[in-house]
């Protein structure tokens, strides 16, 4: 009968275990794995004084300076402090700390390496966060979920092909979680395991978890398919609560439905197509942020058409009460006395006929009053004769396109005196 063949060192302050059906992983490739877990520790580690992190944390290099790898990993913590409305950032008390995320961008490196190297089917398990690919010698892969407070039971055991497995607590390393938002421990949960297709997201979605607390996190671990948080509430008053009742199928399973979710992950990919944050490697954005990017970049080239479309027709909109006002003080000139002079609805139709690029139909036309001199014939005649004073204001309902139900009044006034 095939055997699993395992491999573990201490890397990074915890075993790290890498596991595949007889005949193994490829010797370099193992090799090659834990050389690049300890590139990491060397560079991410806030306890090792050379590292990266310590150099940004003492100001000796900026942020700008640090390696690309660095720079990747801060980019994704951003990406991720945005999806989870800052319960999970790098930056804490004003201290660079990316461990919540390096420790499952760790084990998706290593997943990449190995799956580069011909490895259809392993394990990978650092310090209890697994990543699991192809099956075990005799079916799934079965993953259990250790009890926070019982060190010798599992709460829960899960099987799949294609999985990862993440917790994060309180149990082991006491009040170590902070809060972002206010720089104080998370002590609400003492575990919360997610379930899911990547290690990382997996990883940082229980950190993120610790914060929100139970409730909250169970709220969005449910609007991220592909992800589920373990079924046992563990509180630090240490009581054992079934918070959502117990799972469907057989007891500490995956249900039936997630469990077939999850089995179809190898054969379409479905984290590639739901993942709000890309994998290690990969760049761009996922359907999330894709559709806010488009939304936001639309709304700045509508905003700027918008804006030399409203300058444009404010221009019409004054050339037209300039119109309106000279048509009437030319009809006005060879007046003398009242009667011929150019009616209201006359200069609404002259204006609307000279008024090429805009829905004429919508032009207002209006008179605003002016005090007549005494030149004026009768002083109060509209429009008047010789020496009176003809106004004439022409508005137009102006609306954006980058906001459809937006809509502002463009006004001009002018105002000119009828010579002789």
Not at 52 to 73: D, K, T, Y
Not at 105 to 110: E, F, Y
Not at 144 to 172: C, F, I, M, Q, W
């Amino acid at each position: 009968m095939a055997e699993l063949r395992r491999v573990t060192e201490e890397v990074m302050g915890m075993p790290i275990t890498l596991a595949a059906p007889e005949p193994g992983l490829p010797e370099e490739a193992v090799a090659d794995a834990f050389s690049d877990l300890r590139w990491v520790d060397r560079t991410f580690s806030p306890f090792i004084p050379e590292s990266a992190v310590s150099l940004i944390n003492r100001g000796e290099i900026r942020v700008q300076e640090a390696p690309a790898e660095v720079l990747e990993v801060l980019d994704l913590c951003a990406r991720f402090e945005r999806l989870t409305n800052g319960c999970f950032s790098a930056w804490v008390r004003g201290r660079l700390d990316p461990s919540g995320l390096v420790k499952g961008w760790a084990i998706d490196r290593v997943c990449s390496r190995l799956e580069r190297s011909g490895a259809a089917s392993y394990m990978v398990d650092a310090g209890g966060d697994i990543a699991v690919r192809g099956g075990d010698v005799d079916g799934p892969w079965r993953v259990g979920v250790r009890h926070p407070l019982e060190k010798d039971k599992v709460v829960r055991v899960v099987e799949a092909n294609d999985l990862a497995v993440a917790t994060s607590g309180t149990y082991e390393k006491g009040d170590h979680i902070l809060d972002p938002r206010t720089g104080l421990a998370a002590t609400t949960l003492l575990s919360f395991t997610v379930i899911g297709p990547d290690i990382l997201q997996a990883d940082v979605f229980a950190t993120s978890a610790c914060v929100m607390g139970w409730e909250e996190g169970l709220r969005f671990l449910d609007n991220l398919p592909g992800y589920e948080p373990t079924r046992l509430r563990v509180g630090h008053d240490q009581r054992h609560l079934s918070a959502l009742g117990e799972v469907p199928g057989d007891p500490g399973k995956l249900s039936d439905r997630a469990y077939r979710r999850h089995a179809s992950l190898t054969m379409i990919e479905r984290y590639r197509k739901w993942a709000a944050v890309p994998r290690h490697g990969e760049r761009g954005s996922g359907l999330v942020e894709f559709a806010l990017a488009a939304s936001f970049l639309l709304t700045i080239v509508f905003g700027i058409l918008d804006f030399g479309r409203a300058m444009f027709t404010y221009d019409l909109v004054a050339n037209a009460a300039r119109l309106g006002s000279r048509y009437a003080i030319v009809r006005g000139s060879a007046c003398a006395t009242s009667g011929c002079q150019a009616t209201a609805a006359q200069i609404t139709a002259y204006v609307r006929a000279q008024s090429p690029g805009i829905d004429a139909t919508k032009l207002t036309v209006t008179f605003p009053a002016a005090t007549q001199p005494a030149a004026c014939n009768g002083g109060a005649g509209f429009p008047g004769g010789p020496g009176c004073i003809i106004a004439v204001s022409v508005t137009y309902p102006f609306n954006f396109v980058a906001f459809p139900y937006a809509q502002i009044p463009m006004t001009s006034v002018s105002q000119m005196a009828i010579s002789q």
